[in-house]
């Protein structure tokens, strides 16, 4: 813990950053992995579209739905 108007090290700040990269990618995984087949096929269009939007799915736009729950899984 700092102390009020110090300055944290390079290693202090690495260290910080690979902390939140842990708790950040844990809740990304366990965001991921709630999607299932059936959630993504009973969706709609346009929350899909959303969806693989956010989750960088390239030419989504063109895509069937079917092909598009897959590439989203």
Do not use: C, H, W
Not at 15 to 36: F, I, M, P, S, W
């Amino acid at each position: 813990m700092l102390a009020p108007g110090s300055v944290p090290t390079d290693e202090q700040l690495e260290e910080e950053l690979r902390e939140l990269e842990k708790k950040t990618q844990g809740k990304y995984e366990v965001a991921k992995n709630d999607l299932t087949l059936p959630m993504l096929q009973k969706m709609k269009s346009d929350e899909l579209g959303k969806l693989a939007k956010k989750e960088k799915v390239a030419d989504y736009q063109t895509m069937p739905k079917q092909k598009l729950v897959f590439e989203i899984l």
